[in-house]
């Protein structure tokens, strides 16, 4: 995170931004529903570096959440779901459709979830909802996740990589390679999905200059 | 489409541009989907004879971006993301949250994207432009697009074949076959139905 200050105009034209939300210079937030679902409660919750394009960003955060973007970067209808913390670093973009998470919402173990579906219910407004595992996601410099993917939680996505469209991405990826797939593989190279993992792929750097 | 190139029921206060053709009997419910058309093609889109363009559908073209759609094809709430050309033949079935993209737009290379994300802040409509050529998608006839599914630069999807809801398609797709996955592989091939039958061929000529 770097030079996040308060925008000289605002940044986004549908009402006052939420108090805890910091906006830097040159960046535009569009959409209506952008804070729909914004629930944070923490001092600073969403910080926002300068010269950002968010366009059509569902800033889905929750109570505890904490998320952080660098300058520069360049969302299309981005769906961002944190409960703990999404830190995105500064030159990415990120196509449409794509969502980035980093809980699961609801436990794994059955006997839990039956107390979850609970505690979510009308009927379970008391009650208190079992814990859920959150993990932070990592985004660093400069890196590329394409239209229609899915980032799950605790990934961290090293510096310069790339995400093709639609993949699913459950692992740490590698700074400068490329993924694809569900569960997300590195790419030999190609652009087309590949044929799952291969043993010389790991940390590979993918730019194909010539 | 009226004469002023408005639309009968547009909730949209848009106007279908010159470079758009309607065929007739085609149906596009809103010129939203045409906001972010920004071809300069003196023939970026067509939208053949009886093929209906549902509310959720953009295309977002960028200035040498060609979309050609042919004839009594239903799209659902698709994005066609095109910088080189789109064609999309007679009779496809597309379902929502589709994604067709000829062009990833930004470059492969982590510098040269820096650049490009530097210079578009400062542009009026924060539009990417692209840094690398698209490579042409070409969807054949009777084909059906599952929901969710994405279509990738390069991709050409043979004659009657069909793509399984959230499939990434990455490579070409050989005609009557099933493909699922990501990425999608086959799983099944499809008898061809035969000639499209004289009256139905009747029906879509112009």
Excluded at chain 1, 17 to 37: H, K, M, Q
Excluded at chain 2, 101 to 115: F, G, K, N, S, Y
Aim: proline share 9%.
């Amino acid at each position: 995170m770097s030079s996040s200050h308060p925008a000289s105009s605002s940044p986004w034209s549908h009402g006052p931004l939420p108090s805890n939300v910091i906006v830097g210079d040159n960046t535009l937030i569009t959409a209506e529903y952008a804070f729909r679902r914004f629930q944070s409660r923490e001092p600073g919750a969403l910080r926002i570096g300068a010269h950002c394009t968010m366009d059509g960003v569902h800033f889905a955060i929750g109570a505890e959440g904490r998320v952080g973007i660098g300058d520069y970067c360049y969302f299309t209808n981005v769906i961002l779901l944190c409960e703990l913390e999404l830190q995105i670093g500064s030159y990415v973009a990120i196509g449409w459709n794509t969502t980035i998470a980093d809980s699961d919402f609801h436990p794994l173990d059955p006997a839990q979830r039956i107390a979850d579906a609970v505690a979510c219910s009308p009927l379970g407004a008391s009650r208190a909802r079992p814990a859920i595992p959150r993990r932070a996601v990592l985004i660093e410099d400069d890196v590329w996740i394409g239209p229609c993917a899915t980032i799950l939680k605790g990934v961290r996505l090293g510096a310069g990589c790339r995400v093709q469209a639609g993949s699913l991405v459950t692992r740490d990826v590698p700074a400068g390679a490329s993924v694809g797939g569900n569960p997300a593989h590195p790419l030999e190279g190609r652009d087309d999905g590949g044929e799952g993992p291969s043993p010389s792929a790991g940390g590979k750097p993918a730019t194909d200059a010539p | 489409m009226n004469p002023d190139r408005t639309l009968e029921g547009d909730w949209h206060p848009g106007r279908v541009p010159e470079n758009v053709t309607l065929e007739e009997g085609a149906y596009l419910e809103t010129t939203y989907s045409l906001l972010l058309c920004r071809s300069v093609e003196p023939d970026a889109m067509r939208i053949g004879k009886g093929t209906s363009i549902y509310l959720g559908t953009m295309f977002d073209l960028g200035p040498g971006g060609r979309v050609h759609i042919g004839r009594c094809t239903l799209i659902n709430g698709a994005r066609i993301q095109c910088e080189a050309s789109v064609e999309i033949g007679d009779f496809c079935l597309i379902s929502w949250n589709v994604l067709i993209m000829d062009c990833e737009r930004l470059a492969t290379d982590p510098v040269a994207r820096r650049a490009a994300l530097s210079l578009v802040s400062s542009r009026p409509g924060r539009l990417l432009e692209r840094q690398v050529p698209g490579r042409p998608v070409r969807i054949r006839q009777n084909v059906w697009l599952g929901f969710d599914c994405c279509v990738l630069p390069g991709v050409e999807i043979g004659e009657g074949s069909v793509v399984g809801a959230r499939s990434v398609v990455t490579r070409d797709v050989p005609p009557y076959t099933v493909v699922v996955g990501n990425p999608a592989r086959p799983v099944r091939i499809l008898e061809p139905g035969g000639p499209v039958p004289p009256e139905i061929l009747a029906l879509v000529a112009s």
